[in-house]
C-alpha cells in the first residue's frame, strides 16, 4: 500500500486477493466448530424460499439435527463440496446440450468423489415483474426495451446460467439490456429490488412473485437437486431431512406458495458407481 493525500490506497487486486483467502479461511473454520456440534451438517449453493421452510419444519420434528446453509449458488456449491468444506451442495444447474439438470455436470465438478443426486423438487421459474409496468415481458428479448431496469442473478448461480443461456438464444445483445451488470445472490433479494422500485424486472421463483404479489411469467419447469457424497445419504441429519420433505404438515404449507412438484422427492436420480 501506499499513502496518498492523507489516505491509504491499496491495490485492488490484493484486496481480492485478501479477502478470497479470508472467506476461504473463514470457511474452514466453520468447518472445524461443526465438528463439535452433534448432528450439525454444513450445507451451500443454489436457494428457494421452500428449502428454508422446509429446514425451519425439520428443525421442529427433529431438534438433535442442524443443517447450517449459505446462498453461494450452485457451481460454488459443487466447487465447495469437491473441496470438502461442506456435505451438501443444493443444485439447478442447466446443462444447454442436453436440457438436463444437474448430472451433466458431476463428472466435471467432482470427478473424484463417489456422490449421490438426490431430487428435491420441480419448480417454475420466470419473468418476475413490478406491478402496473406499460412494458409486456415475455421473452428475453422483450428486456430490451425502454423503461426495462432488469436485475441480474451472480455468476455461477443456477439461474444466471439459465439467463445467459436464453439471452444467447434469442439473439440479445447483454448490452442492450439496461441493469444486466448488476447481480444478487438470491431469489429473495431479486423480489425485494422489484418491490422497492429500484429495478422492474428480474428472473425468480413462483413462490417470491406469490410472496411479494408480483406478476409471473414462467419460463421453465427446473428440477432442484441436492449432491452429496454416498456416506453422507445415511446420516442421520440427512434424512430427518427427507422424510420432512415428505409430509404432509410442509406440503400443505408448500402448495399456497405455487406450482411445485414433489412426485420424486427423495428419489436418487444418480450416483457414481465403484
Not at 413490478?130 to 451472480?154: E, M, Y
Not at 441429519?237 to 404438515?249: C, E, P, S, W
Amino acid at each position: 500500500c501506499t499513502r496518498i493525500t492523507g489516505k491509504w490506497v491499496f491495490p485492488k487486486n490484493l484486496i481480492d486477493q485478501w479477502i478470497n483467502t479470508d472467506a476461504k479461511q473463514g470457511i474452514a473454520n466453520v468447518l472445524e466448530k461443526s465438528k463439535n456440534v452433534d448432528g450439525a451438517v454444513l450445507s451451500a449453493g443454489s436457494n428457494d424460499p421452500n428449502l428454508d421452510i422446509l429446514l425451519s419444519y425439520m428443525k421442529q420434528s427433529y431438534p438433535d439435527f442442524y443443517i447450517f446453509t449459505s446462498s453461494t449458488g450452485s457451481t460454488e456449491g459443487l466447487r465447495l463440496l469437491s473441496k470438502g468444506y461442506i456435505d451438501i451442495a443444493w443444485c439447478h444447474l442447466l446443462d444447454p446440450k442436453t436440457g438436463e439438470y444437474n448430472i451433466p455436470y458431476m463428472s466435471t465438478y467432482l470427478p473424484d468423489m463417489k456422490i449421490a443426486v438426490v431430487h428435491l423438487f420441480y419448480r417454475e421459474l420466470g419473468f418476475i415483474t413490478a406491478p402496473n409496468t406499460p412494458f409486456i415481458i415475455k421473452d428475453f428479448s422483450d428486456l430490451c426495451q425502454n423503461g426495462v431496469n432488469f436485475i441480474n442473478r451472480q455468476k455461477g448461480s443456477g439461474t444466471r446460467l439459465l439467463i445467459d443461456h436464453c439471452i444467447h438464444k434469442s439473439g440479445v445483445n447483454v448490452g442492450e439490456i439496461k441493469g444486466y451488470n448488476k447481480e444478487v445472490y438470491t431469489h429473495v433479494e431479486v423480489g425485494l429490488s422489484i418491490l422497492s422500485g429500484e429495478t422492474n424486472v428480474g428472473i425468480g421463483t413462483v413462490a417470491i412473485a406469490k410472496l411479494f404479489g408480483l406478476p409471473f411469467v414462467p419460463i421453465v419447469n427446473e428440477s432442484f437437486d441436492m449432491v452429496l457424497s454416498q456416506n453422507m445419504f445415511f446420516n442421520k441429519g440427512v434424512q430427518a431431512f427427507i422424510d420432512t420433505l415428505n409430509t404432509k404438515k410442509f406440503r400443505k404449507t408448500i402448495s399456497q406458495l405455487g406450482n411445485y412438484d414433489f412426485n420424486e422427492s427423495g428419489k436418487i436420480i444418480y450416483s457414481t458407481s465403484d
